[in-house]
């Protein structure tokens, strides 16, 4: 069986240039906070998350909305089989409705240090389960505790109608801070010769979800299929997001790092997010995971949308100086998160090259 493409499930064709229009439509508001002093940072704008400048201080605020997507829909159906661990299931759904935001966050150089969530709602009834709400809410206090930020709000619509009542609609937005204001970071020294270091991802993380879903339903077994290795495929794809926010801000106070950037949706091609020409090219690809082998061949997809549609292994892209490879890699290695050097920045068109499969995204 042939699956449809990812793109025919989740059409960023359609999305970006919605993005883009909401950018140029509100481009006129970016000077209402000059009344209080506060300027909007034109550079960030595109970026994973925005800076706000504050003239007269040393430091910047960021902030940063996102959405979990359709993660939790694996986790509503594994907490219901009898074969699973019931409601536990949920408390990576909380971790990584942070993680969304949080890595975003960080991409600009950002410590975040308040998160507030949205949990919408069908139907309240959901929230009955107490055992269900108590994983999820342990979660997001994981997720916390781990980056080291407050939770001191939130909001719980239900939007009967709207939302599934059998399910949630999860989002979540955090603030930063940069400090000092040298530390921001969006690309301006990218330069040829940098190399590209990528971080390791536990999994799926929260991306390319809709068509691991696809997946599950043509499985004999669901969610609890077993891969080659004996491991069940729901529980893979359920693995919480790693939060990179204290390895990447040690990086930030040790070394000099060019380019940041969550590898989530558009996959590899997110390489190229900075708003500098370059062509960046990929001599090294680590071998993907087996969740990423079993989908990539259950799905009969090419390299090329694999690329596109999954983290393949890598979480977190960072551009740096080759000078800094030493102490990224030192630093990612306190934290046991391992490293691969992928490639370098080199002038040429704006693209991805990913030599070792034939890949360019352009």
Known sequence: ?????????????????????????????????QRLGIRIVPETIGEPAIAIDFPNQDFLLAFNV??????????????????????????????????MSTNDLLAIGADPFVYGDIISSGDSGWFDENEKTGF?????????????????????????????????????????????????????????GDVIIGLESSGLHSNGISLARKIAESLPEGYFTKMPSGKIFGEEILKPTILYTRPVIEMLEKTELHYLVPVTGHGWKKIMRAKKTFSYEID????????????????????????YTWNMGIGYAIIAPKSSLAQIEKTAKKFNLKTFELGRVCNGEKKVVIKPKGIVFE
């Open 284 to 307: 090294s690809v680590p071998e993907p995971s087996e969740i990423f082998r079993f989908m990539q061949e259950k799905a009969k997809m090419s390299c090329q949308e694999a690329y």
């Open 136 to 192: 999820l809410f342990e979660g997001f206090k994981q997720a916390a505790e781990e980056i080291g930020m407050a939770i001191p709000c939130g909001e719980t619509p239900t939007l009967k109608g709207i939302i599934n009542p059998e399910t949630l609609d999860m989002a979540g937005a955090s603030i930063g801070i940069i400090q000092p204001k040298s530390r921001l970071v969006f690309g301006q020294e990218i330069r040829e």
């Open 66 to 99: 996102e959405g979990l997507g359709t993660k939790n829909l694996v986790a509503d159906a594994m907490a219901k089989d009898r074969r699973g661990k019931g409601a536990k299931y949920f408390e990576c759904i909380g971790k990584d409705n942070v993680a």
């Open 1 to 33: 069986m042939i699956f449809m493409k990812y793109h025919e499930i989740v059409d960023y064709a359609k999305l970006d240039p919605v993005k883009a229009a909401a950018l140029e439509k509100f481009s006129e508001t970016l000077k209402h906070p």
